[in-house]
T-cell receptor
Framework: DADVTQTPRNRITKTGKRIMLECSQT?????MYWYRQDPGLGLRLIYY???????NKGEISDGYSVSRQAQAKFSLSLESAIPNQTALYFC????????????FGPGTRLLVL | RKEVEQDPGPFNVPEGATVAFNCTYSNSASQSFFWYRQDCRKEPKLLMS???SGNEDGRFTAQLNRASQYISLLIRDSKLSDSATYLCVVSPPGGYNKLIFGAGTRLAVHP
């Protein structure tokens, strides 16, 4: 079984709808991240969390919110989806401390019409 | 200026070729450096870390030049399975496990 899972894997929604992307991990890592990837651009950090009570904005947090329900779960919400939020979304985890390697989930492909 | 810049490619090379990718970063205080590999429509995966003294992992060699703020990846004896996008990744000062990703360089190895 995969260590980092994301649901759904693909989603089509309409402008103005609220949607939630979910991420779960079995790696036991404290740190979790949400990124989006657009063609021709690097992955960009949306939000990150270093433990259950810690939430931090990343580079492009406007229009997004997150919830860290447990060490293993980190959800990303689009309160009112817009077409320019069409992208590939990745969740990632890292053990923290001096270890900086991040482990990515398989991604969620989102299309906002 | 982008924080991490890479030539997008694509680099089209025959099997067995040697190919090199370059990457520059803007923040001279950056702490750690990595190459990740991303297959089409898949998640990025760590290929290797990049150390100041340079490091090698099989057919892959990574180099770091802090003075020029430049990172390189050399792939020798290219295989068809090396076809992927290679992401240059930098950890900014203060770190906190935050990573800055380049847009990637695409490699296509053909028979």
């Amino acid at each position: 079984d995969a260590d980092v899972t994301q649901t759904p894997r693909n989603r089509i929604t309409k402008t103005g709808k609220r949607i939630m992307l979910e991420c779960s991990q079995t790696k036991g890592h404290d740190r979790m991240y949400w990124y989006r990837q657009d063609p021709g651009l690097g992955l960009r950090l949306i939000y990150y969390s270093f433990d259950v009570k810690d939430i931090n904005k990343g580079e492009i947090s406007d229009g997004y919110s997150v919830s860290r329900q447990a060490q293993a779960k980190f959800s990303l919400s689009l309160e009112s989806a817009i077409p320019n939020q069409t992208a590939l979304y990745f969740c990632a985890t890292s053990p923290g401390g001096t270890a900086e390697t991040q482990y990515f989930g398989p991604g969620t492909r989102l299309l906002v019409l | 200026r982008k924080e991490v810049e890479q030539d997008p490619g694509p680099f089209n090379v025959p099997e067995g070729a040697t190919v090199a990718f370059n990457c520059t970063y803007s923040n001279s205080a950056s702490q750690s450096f990595f190459w990740y590999r991303q297959d089409c429509r898949k998640e990025p995966k760590l290929l290797m870390s990049v150390y100041s003294s340079g490091n090698e992992d099989g057919r892959f060699t990574a180099q770091l030049n802090r003075a020029s703020q430049y990172i390189s990846l050399l792939i020798r004896d290219s295989k068809l399975s090396d076809s992927a996008t290679y992401l240059c990744v930098v950890s900014p000062p203060g770190g906190y496990n935050k990573l800055i990703f380049g847009a990637g360089t695409r490699l296509a190895v053909h028979p």
